[in-house]
């Protein structure tokens, strides 16, 4: 039985390849620091939208939060008078304190806001906003908080992130 060999790859050759493989690695690695910002989707009026956020912020070690303003513009949606958003939110900012500030302006152009309980359980991954009869939608802000401490050191919640809907009149 005869048998050949394969001659051995020259040390260089070696070298070559373990520097290729640990450039990959590190390319690799500092690209997953890079970890997109969420996007919310917005249903309204028979349409979808989804959006990033306008101002991102994450909790770091340090003691001011690292934030990140887009300047994006709001998501848009056309909505009619009495029409629902329905707003779904990834896993990624359910697991965090959040609230939805809304805006509705009635058929004599008066503004009136509202806003639903902070949400903390973690697994709230969608919210219907029904306006009343009328009623138009003009705006909804989903704002992740995060706990301060507020007037005699009570703690309280404050906006970390925040992302927008505009509706416009369909």
Not at 57 to 84: I, M, Q, V
Not at 127 to 137: C, E, L, M, N, T
Not at 160 to 169: G, I, V
């Amino acid at each position: 039985m005869t048998g050949t060999t394969t001659p051995a790859p020259s040390r260089s050759r070696r070298r070559r390849g373990l520097l290729a493989a640990g450039t990959l690695l590190a390319g690799l690695a500092l690209t997953g620091c890079d970890k997109p910002t969420p996007t919310i989707t917005w249903y309204g009026n028979g349409s979808s939208t989804n959006a990033g956020p306008t101002v991102y912020c994450e909790l770091t070690a340090e003691a001011a939060p690292t934030c990140t303003e887009t300047d994006g513009p709001a998501a848009r949606l056309s909505l009619e008078p009495g029409d629902f958003v329905q707003v779904n939110i990834p896993s990624e900012v359910a697991e965090q304190p959040w609230v939805l500030v809304w805006n509705y302006t009635d058929s004599a152009e008066t503004q009136t806001s509202e806003r639903s309980p902070v949400n903390t359980d973690g697994h709230t991954l969608s919210y219907v906003i029904r306006p009343a009869d009328g009623k138009q939608i003009a705006q909804v802000d989903l704002q992740v908080l995060t706990l301060v401490a507020g007037d005699n050191a009570e703690p309280e919640y404050a906006p970390l992130s925040l992302w927008r809907l505009q509706a416009d009149p369909a």
